[in-house]
């Protein structure tokens, strides 16, 4: 399965680059992070043209780095700035340098051709700004899986009565069927699970006396971020679906980096409409999500085992694949839009 | 090396399963084990068709398995009962049940085709039920090793001289001829070390003055079961051949189930014509087992290490290598047995 | 990348082998070195014909090693002399032993043809036997890397500045020209830094008031042994490249002994012109030969992983390439005249 080049995808939280070089691997990319001086990211590929040392292994010297082998120095645009006992430097002599995006706390970069990369299409959503709503950073998840079937997990609302038992679902929605929409390269899938009691998050959160209308919304925008509307309003007060502002109601961010054929990255935080200035409240939000997120990496680490095998038979669809199955094809269309330059890049 | 399919394999002792979940690998498939509400050992493939999530991840639920990812529900034959979410369950939906048989406190599992599963082919022997025995169970012994060369050393009394000399041997044997014989699908090989000292196992519990008879009778019941007869009389008392029980006498079992290529479990046992009420001596007699069992583990794990290189010449042939000659060969013939209903499954 | 066979490789130290059976891995020949009765060292293949066991695992018995398994026996010529249970030895029944020397505190293997294995052929220096110089014995050091690099590595003066900061090197050096010539077999660069604080090693045991004159030789005799003659003296003495016995200089060793493909050991050690009799001097000297050639496995261990994926293009040549191209045009002229032979047997 090849990866889809031409997208933002998530290097780290900022806080994660400074004034030291920091090895990344992205689509078994091998990659160097470090800020400038002046405090702007740069990443070039992480591999020393002359002898293969990762740069990350040398210095940085002012916004250059310095290979820690024989001292040749590339600055922020991969050139070759100086080669140590000599006084011309071979044209051959560069590195990649990757475009970078900054905003919201979050460095994106962008694997594919870099006359694409635009900063308009790296994801944002107006919650950043809108002071009704507090954004909290999340853990950098490391799950030891090809990205798509994470994704796939990501337009499956159906498995959260059987994974997350203790947090976010429970076996009331078991049955409670699934809407699903595809809109352009965005997967849309929802259930309402109407007057049950509230699951554990909202136990914890909600402050709920009795039984509550509980949401969730996937939006899964391919091929690597999803958006997780979910909440609970009590069932007394009846709201309407577009009413979600008045309950309980967060967004859970997923940010998928693939770093290889069987691992992926998912830096994941949320936005909350509760608790604004509670800190504390966030902190212990994400300790839920910690349990619920861990206990998808075990069951997608489990699958990645699995297809060390080739399978048996042709898998089993049910009906709550719609969702994946819209996905895998967006995903198809978007590879087979990137294959015709690759065809040509391997023709050159 | 392909694996003899239609024969009972041991998947574990009694004691091993219960109102859980467990996981094993045979032959490179991957099973799970249960008892049902009534006590009936169960054996599935230990993979959902929809996502391939092992099932032993998921949940019992009375008799049947719940899939921990999106609940579809298996009965004890193999049968989808339930797929969450819709009404209609797709034909596809089903895993395979194993016949199992449980006998001796031994449950034996059969990976071949269902309408050859006869549990009168399973191993069993009258001293199970005689008061002159006492049977002791022992361990499930991992090696990292083809099961083949683990059999064929089931076939060879020559190893005990040189791998066990603290425990069932002594440098007295070293010279001794090996008789062999086939007798249908079971080797035999054996010898008699006449008037020597009581080796280290007989030392401990035959309270011999003098000089001992020994005997090793190895009876290898292609493809995967040992009785090791083996026993000391009193050099003295001049026993025959056939009176083997005027002297300490004890069956040794083996049963040997492939887990990969690599890897073989040896679930081990004993019977003694000894101390039939004393348990303790029983676990001492183990212990003693599971010191020689260590050694061989050793040699066989050292083999298979160097199997993994391309050997650079032709195997020396010996004389001692009679016996596992003839277990390979019988070992061919179920083989070839078994050869043409593989081709026709994988033509059909 | 093929190994050159015809050269004498460091089994080991004297002090590695005695009266029990030692496991090496040599180009990915598994070998068993023991001592005779008397002394001798004796090198067999490290598997018994019969089963493959390693020898390793048997046992000494006078000058011979029997097998673990079941006792065949072989003598320091690989002969088989025992074959328990029978009278007549089959003729196949050998082990390979391979020719050694040993000399200097040092075992020599030869890997290719016996004919060839001229002691006078191994690698000597003339300082062994001068008073004015002290050997000093240093670590047997494990690269996860093919030879080569390391090689290269040895080629190579101009790593120093870079990798060895606070020991060997300074930035003093950094653009100083490196001299390079090859003859016959041996490649050998060189450079002197005139006027210069001293670097760390000298700070700690060269006892300099001010500058000094430094220079570093390094013989690299194709394929595998490296002589490093480096040293400094005071500035103010401005002695001639011929004098550099009147400054403190120390002849650093290295011998490469290829393990497979992708692991070298580097067995190191030390002569030196002061301190003779101070064996503590001595001792600390490897100290920060140690550190040193800590940083030099830490880059050829991070290449040879990069060296798992192709390279995405051809690597940058650069001036101080002209050492190690040296070599591997040396190397590759002594593959092809062992090519013949290899042709001739793999025919034969």
């Given amino acids: 399965m090849t990866f889809i080049r031409n997208a933002w995808y998530v290097a780290g939280w900022s806080r994660d680059f400074g004034r030291s070089l920091t090895p990344l691997t992205i689509m ?10 002046a405090g702007r990211a740069v990443a070039l590929t992480d591999e020393c043209p ?18 820690g082998y024989h001292g040749l120095t590339f600055g922020c645009d991969g050139k070759c700035l100086r080669v140590p006992g000599q006084s011309n430097l071979p044209s051959s002599a560069w590195v990649r340098s990757y475009p970078l995006h900054e905003a919201r706390g979050i ?12 900063p308009a299409l790296a994801f944002d959503m107006p919650e ?9 950073y999340g853990d950098a998840l490391q799950l030891e899986s090809h990205y798509l079937p994470v994704a796939d ?5 159906a498995h959260v009565s059987f994974v997350h038992p203790t947090t976010l679902g429970s076996a009331a929605s078991e049955d409670v069927p699934i809407q699903c929409e595809r809109q352009g390269r965005t997967v849309i899938t929802s259930r309402w699970i109407k007057d049950a009691p509230p699951v554990g998050f909202f136990k914890a959160f909600g402050n709920f006396g009795g039984n509550v209308d509980r949401w969730h919304y996937y939006y899964m925008h391919a091929p690597n971020v999803a958006v997780i509307d979910f909440g609970s309003a ?7 679906e577009d009413e979600r502002d008045r309950g309980v109601r967060l967004f859970a961010l997923h940010f998928l980096t693939p ?3 069987t691992r992926t990255v998912d830096h994941w935080m949320h936005l909350r409409n509760i608790g604004l200035d509670d800190e504390e409240m966030g902190a212990r939000m994400n300790e839920q999500f910690r349990i619920a997120f861990a206990e998808d990496k075990a069951i997608m680490e489990a699958i990645q085992q699995r297809e060390r095998k080739p399978p048996a038979r042709k898998p089993v669809r049910i009906a709550i694949d719609r969702g994946p199955n819209f996905l895998r094809r967006i995903i198809a269309e978007m590879a087979a839009e990137e294959a015709p330059r ?3 890049q391997a023709a050159g």
């Fill in 28 to 37: 078994d990319e091998d990659i160097v992070v470090y800020r400038t001086e």
């Fill in 342 to 344: 690759e065809a040509v």
């Fill in 259 to 261: 770093v290889s054929e």
């Fill in 153 to 157: 997990n990501l337009c499956d609302p």
């Fill in 128 to 136: 950043f700004d809108d002071p009704r709503w507090a954004p909290h």
């Fill in 50 to 67: 002359h002898k293969r040392l990762p740069l990350s292994m040398g210095k940085l010297k002012g916004d250059a780095v310095e290979c």
């Fill in 107 to 118: 460095v994106w970069i962008w694997m594919g051709e870099a006359e694409k990369a635009d």
């Fill in 234 to 240: 009590a069932a007394e007060d009846a709201i309407g």
